[in-house]
């Protein structure tokens, strides 16, 4: 298991144009999720998540739960999404298992990433540019945001980090998820 921290903000197009190019290099992935939970929201229930992602082409499925503390717990696998393959991530993070059957397919996202591995004093963070739309009930909303995930180190460093880029680039910190902003539609 790996545990996530991240911190997101809502961004401007501007201002992800001048972050960017505060750094060379950045990896460009395209990625489209589609997340899954039960008809009656079991996962939800629980503050799990449950999502398969095509990142340039290539399958990645992931579960991510709650922990005590700051960040999720985050499983990652690198296949394609089938009811072995939910078992598995359902068996990872010490969740109940729900048959692949009563999945279904709730809300996603189709969006572009650049990343970025930056490493800091006290800390190594990528940073992610995510620009594309939110999908969910039919309907569509715009995503533009910055992210600034930990990656080693000092959660307080990047914690200063991610404030100074958002004081110099006037971002607004995003306290929901890309799949609770997706739910929500």
């Not at 190019?21 to 395209?30: D, G, P, Q, R, V």
């Amino acid at each position: 298991m790996g545990r996530e921290f991240e911190l997101k903000f809502k961004a401007t197009a501007k201002a992800l144009d001048e972050i960017r190019a505060l750094w060379e290099n950045w990896e460009e992935i395209s990625m489209e999720t589609t997340y899954f939970d039960t008809n009656d929201g079991r996962l939800s229930a629980k503050h799990c998540t449950l999502r398969h992602r095509s990142e340039n082409g290539i399958s990645v499925c992931t579960m991510k739960t709650p922990t005590a503390g700051f960040g999720r717990g985050e499983w990652d696998m690198q296949e394609p999404w089938c009811a072995e393959t939910a078992m598995k991530l359902f068996a990872a993070a010490g969740q109940e298992v729900i048959p692949f059957a009563e999945l279904t397919a709730v809300c996603g996202a189709r969006f572009t990433r650049l990343a970025k591995t930056v490493e800091l004093p006290g800390c190594i963070v990528e940073i992610a540019l995510d620009t594309g739309v939110l999908m969910g009930g039919g309907k569509e909303i715009p995503l533009c945001e910055l992210e600034v995930e930990l990656k080693d180190g000092s959660r307080e460093a990047a914690d200063a980090f991610a404030a100074q880029l958002a004081d110099i680039y006037g971002l607004e910190a995003e306290t929901k998820s890309k799949f609770a902003r997706a739910l929500a539609l």
